[in-house]
C-alpha cells in the first residue's frame, strides 16, 4: 500500500463506498426500521469456542421471549447471577419468510449485555407465519442460508437455534437439506439446535406437524432439541404437562432413531397450564405465577406419582379451575432422566417462567453444584437466599407418596 497510485484506488473505493451507503441506506434483507447497523457493528464479542462437556454433566440452555411480561431487570439480574451456568441464551429475535429474507427483531441492548457478561448467544430463528415456502425453493433457501449466516458473522453469535413448526410431513427432506447446507456455510465453531416435535403422541393440533422432522437426518447436522413437553397444553383437557413415563419415551423414540445421546438437548418446562371449566383453551401460567395463586388461595397442593404438581381453587366468579404445572421436584426427575441417559444438556422453556428454587434443583441435577465457576460466591449464595418470589416451601402441600426418579 506504499505506492501512491494505490492510495488513489482506495480513497476513490471509500469514497464510492460512502456514497453507494448513503444513497441505498440500509435496504438488506435482514434491515428493520431505524437500526443503525453501523453501531452494532462497534463491539463484537470475542470469539467463543464451544467447551468440553464433562462426563456426569449436562449444559443448560435458556429460552428467552423478550416479547411477554417476565423480560426485564429479573432476567438480567437471573442472567447475571448463573451466567458461567448458561452455555447459551437464545432469544426470539428472527423469523424466516417466504422469499428467505429474515425480519430482524434484535435487541442490542442485550447483546451489548451477553457480550459483558460473556454469555454465548444462539438466536432462535422462526418461520414466519408457519411458512415452508423457503424450505422447498431452492433459491429461496439459499437466500435464507445467506441471511442467516450473515447475522451470525455481524454480531459473532455462538450458533443458531432453528424452531420451525407447523411445517407439513411433506417438508421433511426440505428441512434436512436446509439444515446440512446451514452447517456447511457456517464456521465450524458455530453451534447448531433443531427443536422438534417429540415423535410421541401429543394431545394437542401440532401432531400432525411430527412427521416433518427427520431426526436421524437432522442429526447429522446439529444437535436437537427434543420439546418434550405439553403432552396436555392448551388445546387438551387437564393433564400434566410433561409425565415422566412419556419423556421417558420421547428420549427412548430419539436414540431408536439413530440419534447419539451427546446430540440431544432435553427440553424442560418450567411452566403449567390453568383450564377453567367451560374455557375453549387453557391459560398458561409461569411457575412463579403458580407459587403465587396457590398462596393468594390457600391451597394444598398434590402430587402425582411423578410428583407433578397439580390443584384446583373456585375464583371470584365461582369457576372452578384446575391447574397443572412443573416445578423443581418434577423437573429435577427429568433432568435425572437425561443425566442417565448421557444426553448433551438440556433446554428451559423459559427463561422468566422459572424461579431461585427451580435454579437451585437445576444446578444440582445437572452437576453443576460444586462448580466455584462465579467469581463471588458469597454475593450467589445471598442473592439465591433473598427470593423475591418465594421459596417452594412457601406452598402448602399434600403428600406425594412414593415418587419415582424415573427411569
Given at each position: 500500500m506504499r505506492n501512491r497510485t494505490w492510495v488513489w484506488v482506495l480513497v476513490a473505493v471509500v469514497v464510492a463506498a460512502g456514497l453507494w451507503a448513503a444513497l441505498a441506506g440500509d435496504r438488506g434483507p435482514t434491515a428493520k426500521p431505524g437500526?443503525?447497523?453501523?453501531?452494532?457493528?462497534?463491539?463484537?464479542?470475542?470469539?467463543?469456542?464451544?467447551?468440553?462437556?464433562?462426563?456426569?454433566?449436562?449444559?443448560?440452555?435458556?429460552?428467552?421471549?423478550?416479547?411477554?411480561?417476565?423480560?426485564?431487570?429479573?432476567?438480567?439480574?437471573?442472567l447475571r447471577r448463573y451466567r458461567d451456568h448458561i452455555e447459551y441464551l437464545s432469544p426470539f429475535w428472527y423469523s424466516v419468510r417466504a422469499d428467505g429474507s429474515v425480519v430482524d427483531r434484535s435487541d442490542r441492548d442485550l447483546r451489548d449485555f451477553a457480550a459483558r457478561e460473556n454469555i454465548k448467544l444462539m438466536p432462535l430463528f422462526n418461520n414466519y407465519q408457519g411458512t415452508d415456502a423457503?424450505?422447498?425453493?431452492?433459491?429461496?433457501?439459499?437466500?435464507?442460508?445467506?441471511?442467516?449466516?450473515?447475522?451470525?458473522?455481524?454480531?459473532?453469535?455462538?450458533?443458531?437455534?432453528?424452531?420451525?413448526?407447523?411445517?407439513?410431513?411433506?417438508?421433511?427432506?426440505?428441512?434436512?437439506?436446509?439444515?446440512?447446507?446451514?452447517?456447511?456455510?457456517?464456521?465450524?465453531?458455530?453451534a447448531i439446535t433443531v427443536s422438534v416435535i417429540p415423535h410421541r403422541h401429543q394431545e394437542d393440533?401440532?401432531?400432525?406437524?411430527?412427521?416433518?422432522?427427520?431426526?436421524?437426518?437432522?442429526?447429522?447436522?446439529?444437535?436437537?432439541?427434543?420439546?418434550?413437553?405439553?403432552?396436555?397444553?392448551?388445546?387438551?383437557?387437564?393433564?400434566?404437562?410433561?409425565?415422566?413415563?412419556?419423556v421417558g419415551e420421547v428420549i427412548a423414540a430419539a436414540r431408536e432413531d439413530g440419534v447419539p445421546?451427546?446430540?440431544?438437548?432435553?427440553?424442560?418446562?418450567?411452566?403449567?397450564?390453568?383450564?377453567?371449566?367451560?374455557?375453549?383453551?387453557?391459560?398458561?401460567?409461569?411457575?412463579?405465577?403458580?407459587?403465587?395463586?396457590?398462596?393468594?388461595?390457600?391451597?394444598?397442593?398434590?402430587?402425582?406419582?411423578?410428583?407433578?404438581p397439580h390443584f384446583t381453587y373456585v375464583d371470584e366468579r365461582g369457576v372452578r379451575h384446575t391447574v397443572w404445572y412443573e416445578d423443581e421436584v418434577s423437573v429435577a426427575r427429568k433432568v435425572r432422566l437425561a443425566r442417565r441417559h448421557d444426553l448433551y444438556g438440556v433446554a428451559i422453556w423459559r427463561l422468566g417462567y422459572e424461579d431461585a428454587p427451580y435454579w437451585r434443583m437445576l444446578l444440582r441435577e445437572t452437576g453443576r453444584t460444586g462448580m466455584d465457576m462465579t467469581p463471588d460466591r458469597n454475593r450467589q449464595r445471598e442473592s439465591e437466599n433473598q427470593d423475591p418470589e418465594g421459596d417452594a416451601s412457601d406452598v402448602q402441600e399434600g403428600h406425594p407418596g412414593n415418587v419415582p426418579d424415573g427411569g
Amino acid at each position: 500500500m506504499r505506492n501512491r497510485t494505490w492510495v488513489w484506488v482506495l480513497v476513490a473505493v471509500v469514497v464510492a463506498a460512502g456514497l453507494w451507503a448513503a444513497l441505498a441506506g440500509d435496504r438488506g434483507p435482514t434491515a428493520k426500521p431505524g437500526s443503525d447497523r453501523s453501531n452494532d457493528n462497534l463491539q463484537l464479542p470475542a470469539k467463543q469456542a464451544p467447551r468440553a462437556k464433562v462426563p456426569g454433566q449436562l449444559f443448560i440452555l435458556g429460552f428467552y421471549d423478550e416479547t411477554e411480561e417476565a423480560r426485564g431487570e429479573d432476567i438480567l439480574a437471573t442472567l447475571r447471577r448463573y451466567r458461567d451456568h448458561i452455555e447459551y441464551l437464545s432469544p426470539f429475535w428472527y423469523s424466516v419468510r417466504a422469499d428467505g429474507s429474515v425480519v430482524d427483531r434484535s435487541d442490542r441492548d442485550l447483546r451489548d449485555f451477553a457480550a459483558r457478561e460473556n454469555i454465548k448467544l444462539m438466536p432462535l430463528f422462526n418461520n414466519y407465519q408457519g411458512t415452508d415456502a423457503f424450505l422447498t425453493d431452492a433459491a429461496a433457501r439459499r437466500r435464507a442460508v445467506d441471511n442467516i449466516v450473515q447475522l451470525v458473522r455481524r454480531h459473532g453469535y455462538g450458533g443458531v437455534q432453528i424452531d420451525f413448526q407447523l411445517l407439513k410431513p411433506q417438508s421433511r427432506q426440505e428441512l434436512t437439506t436446509f439444515v446440512r447446507e446451514l452447517r456447511q456455510a457456517l464456521p465450524e465453531d458455530k453451534a447448531i439446535t433443531v427443536s422438534v416435535i417429540p415423535h410421541r403422541h401429543q394431545e394437542d393440533a401440532t401432531q400432525h406437524s411430527k412427521d416433518a422432522y427427520s431426526y436421524k437426518g437432522l442429526a447429522q447436522y446439529a444437535r436437537l432439541v427434543l420439546m418434550a413437553y405439553d403432552r396436555h397444553g392448551e388445546m387438551t383437557r387437564p393433564g400434566p404437562v410433561a409425565p415422566l413415563d412419556w419423556v421417558g419415551e420421547v428420549i427412548a423414540a430419539a436414540r431408536e432413531d439413530g440419534v447419539p445421546a451427546d446430540k440431544i438437548w432435553l427440553g424442560i418446562p418450567a411452566y403449567g397450564y390453568d383450564w377453567a371449566e367451560g374455557a375453549e383453551r387453557a391459560v398458561p401460567v409461569s411457575l412463579r405465577e403458580v407459587r403465587t395463586l396457590a398462596r393468594r388461595h390457600d391451597i394444598r397442593v398434590q402430587r402425582d406419582d411423578d410428583g407433578i404438581p397439580h390443584f384446583t381453587y373456585v375464583d371470584e366468579r365461582g369457576v372452578r379451575h384446575t391447574v397443572w404445572y412443573e416445578d423443581e421436584v418434577s423437573v429435577a426427575r427429568k433432568v435425572r432422566l437425561a443425566r442417565r441417559h448421557d444426553l448433551y444438556g438440556v433446554a428451559i422453556w423459559r427463561l422468566g417462567y422459572e424461579d431461585a428454587p427451580y435454579w437451585r434443583m437445576l444446578l444440582r441435577e445437572t452437576g453443576r453444584t460444586g462448580m466455584d465457576m462465579t467469581p463471588d460466591r458469597n454475593r450467589q449464595r445471598e442473592s439465591e437466599n433473598q427470593d423475591p418470589e418465594g421459596d417452594a416451601s412457601d406452598v402448602q402441600e399434600g403428600h406425594p407418596g412414593n415418587v419415582p426418579d424415573g427411569g
